[in-house]
């Protein structure tokens, strides 16, 4: 049975209900799956919100190391429009992958031991996304391989990420395109070892930001600076919530845990894109 509206009234169509299968909403997201996904190993409520915020943040990373490589793989094609418009969106990202935090973040060492031994030999020290997005900032050393040397597909992924040019290393050879003085040794380097920084590749920055403030150049240093900080805050957000919740004791899975990442905190990302600021 059918009801047509009365002469004069309109009707706003609703949404569609009957389906003969799954709604075109969970074969496109997948939320099923994705809600399935946790299991937890211990009786502790504080464990899902642990597992749940850790799967949400490999999937920030994903779509990352997406954009990243999106942006490297346009620059180095000479389309800077696509470029940036991929760094813009990575930040919003980052932003995103930030605030995962907050539900960590507050965590006293009681309530992480409630349910840390069900971690066992865990780290996200371990996460191969989280190496390939780093792989791609130019943080790079062939021992990070070793972990995942008993899964053939993500070690040869890894592998192929090692020794393909970094976002950064994209960058400074876009540079050298444009006619900026990038050293041949910087831009025909070893791109599987972890880049650390060149004075002339500082020149060139320097330059660019004595310059015209609306130029290309200018506006791409601008986008990855604010990749470069967002990076930063993460890294110092995970210091902060990691010695919150366990203070100074060994990380899981063995890792040097507060020690490590107090290291990691000092270390910049694009390092020239910082030292050039003091000379302009």
Sequence with gaps: MTFEPRLGQTTTPGP?????????YEEYVR???????????????????????????????????????????????????????????????LESLNASWKPLGHLTPAQFNAFRSALGDASGFQSATYRRLEFLLGE????????????????A?????????????????????RGHAIPAAVSERDVSERYTGDPAVEDVWQRVYA??????????????????????????????????????????????GVAWLEKRVTKHVFPELWTARSRV
């Excluded at 050393?141 to 070690?155: E, K, Q």
């Design 31 to 93: 939320a099923d799956t994705l809600s399935h996904l946790q299991e937890p190993l211990s009786d502790d409520p504080g464990e899902m919100v642990f597992l749940v915020t850790t799967q949400v943040m490999e999937l920030w990373f994903t779509v990352i190391v997406h954009e990243w490589e999106t942006a490297a793989r346009a620059l180095r094609e000479d389309d800077l429009p696509v470029a940036m418009a991929a760094l813009g969106r990575s930040a919003y990202e």
């Design 16 to 24: 569609v209900q009957d389906f003969t299968g799954a709604t075109p």
């Design 157 to 177: 992924e890894l592998e192929k990420a090692l020794h393909a040019p970094s976002l950064y290393d994209e960058v400074l050879r876009f540079l050298a395109r």
């Design 140 to 155: 790079k050393s062939p021992a990070m391989l070793v972990p995942y040397r008993g899964v053939p597909h993500i070690h």
């Design 211 to 256: 310059g015209d403030q609306s130029s290309e150049e200018c506006r791409l240093g601008e986008a990855l600076t604010e990749v470069a900080e967002l990076v930063w805050r993460w890294r110092n957000d995970h210091l902060v919530a990691t010695r919150r919740a366990m203070g100074a004791k060994v990380g899981t899975g063995g890792s040097a």
